[in-house]
């Protein structure tokens, strides 16, 4: 079906991320009969977060039993190799190290793994160093490391690409280089400005990433905000990537829902080191030096910044240093493969992670949906969100059934 701005639809989704398109392809699915719009304010799908990921398949061993990151990210893993297998989009299951380099981590590891069997996951162990290195010979730094063989590897733009071909052969409609700027709720319908004109629906689902708390209500807006965390990745030298074999991370602080800077053999045979999560100064900003006056201002002028400062000024002063400084960079991977220098790091892409912080200067951890009437709004989609796409996208769903009957 071709966009009219004239339609009346059924169902408009907001943000042709991954969230955006699982929600709207398994949508238009369940509802054949009825009209379904998504709109992205790019020129192509994928363009920030869900297209600058490292391309991991999690397993969900890092994440609470009976939380929603844990029971998404199960049900979305199974469901997300079921569609790449009939789609035929490529993935590889390389299983993942979990590495403790000093006695501190073992205990974390310990809990890991308890999180693991409560989670359902089969076949984890924890190795010492000699049954670790036969995994990843070169990562010496071992005093004991967590093995989780259902972690893998895919490129979620072919995901991302599949779903818009089969959501458009499902009837679906899309419209590219489409800003929302503002709705209005009038009796059944939502009047949605955008700089293509206005376009009426029934109901909205924002699925808008990094700039979701621009459409909250303002009882919502007192409690939530975005921060944007930039993570940076080098690659290896090809001469470089004969030491990873696939998965490599460290220990988690578990303060934090950041897994820290790891190694990744990606599907294309590419091993990338990263991401670090430095505090960006501009939500679209991927430079180093990128800096918005307005994001800026919504950062300082957030009362749960300066509570959080002051808690973690710490770990933010030496993400900082660490983002600018290439040295301290490879002495992070260092700690993961010794056998790594600093000219075997080649500078790669970067990306900004869409994290709510609370009023209170804690960051959100799981994921949230709400609705104001007709219009549902996806607050926290944070990682592993390109895992879990398919069971968030059926949750939400669920959500309006429950909210509608």
């Not at 955006?20 to 992205?40: R, S």
């Not at 949605?192 to 004109?197: D, L």
């Not at 949906?369 to 939400?396: G, K, L, M, R, W």
């Amino acid at each position: 079906m071709k966009f009219n701005k004239n339609t009346k639809w059924d169902c408009t989704i907001i943000g042709a991320g991954i969230i955006g398109l699982t929600t709207a392809y398994k949508y238009q699915k369940l509802f054949p009969n009825q009209k379904v719009l998504l709109i992205e304010k790019e020129r192509q799908i994928f363009m920030h977060q869900s297209g600058r990921n490292s391309g991991v398949i999690h397993s969900g061993i890092y994440y609470e039993p009976d939380s929603y990151k844990a029971k998404n990210c199960i049900k979305g893993y199974d469901e997300l190799l079921s569609f790449a297998k009939k789609n035929k989009v490529p993935f590889k299951i390389t299983g993942k190290l979990i590495i403790a380099s000093q006695e501190s981590d073992i205990s974390i590891l310990e809990k890991l793994f308890k999180n693991g069997v409560k989670n359902g996951l089969d076949g984890i162990k924890i190795l010492d160093k000699n049954e670790a290195l036969k995994i990843e010979p070169y990562c010496k730094n071992i005093i004991k490391a967590l093995y989780v063989p259902q972690s893998g590897i895919i490129n979620y733009k072919i995901i991302g690409n599949k779903l818009l071909e089969k959501f458009k052969v499902l009837g679906g409609t899309v419209n590219l280089s489409t800003q929302l700027f503002k709705f209005t709720k009038i009796k059944n319908f939502v009047n949605i400005q955008t700089n293509q004109g206005e376009i009426k629906s029934k109901k909205i689902i924002i699925c808008s990433g990094i700039s979701v708390d621009n459409f909250l209500s303002t009882s919502l807006k007192e409690k939530y905000r975005i921060f944007p965390f930039k993570g940076e990745y080098y690659y290896l030298r090809p001469s470089a990537k004969k030491y990873i074999k696939g998965l490599v991370y460290p220990v988690p602080n578990l303060k934090f829902p950041f897994l820290g800077v790891h190694l990744t053999k990606t599907i294309d045979g590419e091993v990338e080191a990263g991401p670090n999560a430095v505090l960006s100064l501009s939500r679209y900003g991927y430079n180093k030096t990128s800096f918005n006056l307005k994001d800026f201002f919504k950062i300082i002028s957030w009362k749960g910044f300066w509570i959080f400062s002051l808690r973690f000024w710490k770990i933010g002063l030496f993400e900082m240093y660490r983002s600018m400084s290439k040295r301290q960079f490879t002495k992070s991977i260092q700690s993961l493969l010794p056998e790594i220098k600093e000219s075997d790091l080649i500078r790669g892409k970067s990306g900004i992670r869409a994290q709510i912080m609370m009023s209170n200067g804690n960051l959100m951890d799981d994921f949230m949906i709400e609705n104001d009437q007709n219009v549902y709004t996806v607050i926290n989609a944070p990682s592993p969100a390109a895992t879990s796409a398919f069971a968030i996208s059926e949750q939400i769903i669920n959500y309006i059934h429950k909210n509608e009957s």
